[in-house]
């Protein structure tokens, strides 16, 4: 971008273009600002982020994994860039288990789902933005998961298993 030449022209003109670099600055920064914050935001989840996997049309909803004290697996899923908060129903699941969790493509990530001490879900036909956190104490286990959203016409899912083995 060429900034404008403040030291020529009448002190208006001056002036003028001072406050013009100054309004481009800020716009700038405020846009940057607000476009970032859902991106960033862990949803409930510490601990150091391991992995963000993408899925469904477009890049419609991601799946955030973090790892909190070394042994706890966080994952929230949530809607990400211009459809972010579009989702008619969220949901996400952990498990120990890859058998636990739907292949990609199924809609019935929850149905029939109880949580235990080796599988987590949180699961919702009213989330907008994100599901989650849900945690799963996963120390020397891979954990496999899924997530759903449903986009207001059709649902998108993904499954990913034996991830973050440690």
């Keep these: 971008m060429r900034m404008p030449v403040i030291g020529r022209g009448s002190r208006t003109e001056r002036v003028r273009s001072f406050i013009a670099v100054v309004a ?52 929230v899923n949530r809607t990400r860039g211009a459809s972010w908060g579009y ?19 199924s809609t019935n990530l929850c149905s029939g789902f109880t949580d235990t001490s080796t599988r987590q879900a949180d699961c919702s036909q009213s989330y907008a933005y994100y599901a989650g956190p849900v945690r799963i104490y996963a120390p020397n286990s ?21 991830r973050h083995c440690g």
């Design 87 to 105: 989702a008619a129903g969220m949901a996400v699941a952990v498990s120990k288990s890859a058998a636990d969790i739907p292949n990609t493509g």
């Design 24 to 75: 481009s600055v800020v716009l700038t920064g405020a846009g940057l600002m607000a476009g970032a914050a859902p991106a960033s935001a862990a949803q409930g989840c510490g601990g150091t982020l391991l992995a963000q996997y993408v899925y469904g049309d477009d890049g419609f909803a991601q799946v955030d994994v973090y790892l909190e004290n070394g042994t706890t697996n966080c994952l």
């Design 142 to 162: 891979c954990i496999s998961f899924g997530a759903r959203a449903n986009t207001g016409g059709w649902i998108e899912h993904g499954k990913w298993a034996n």
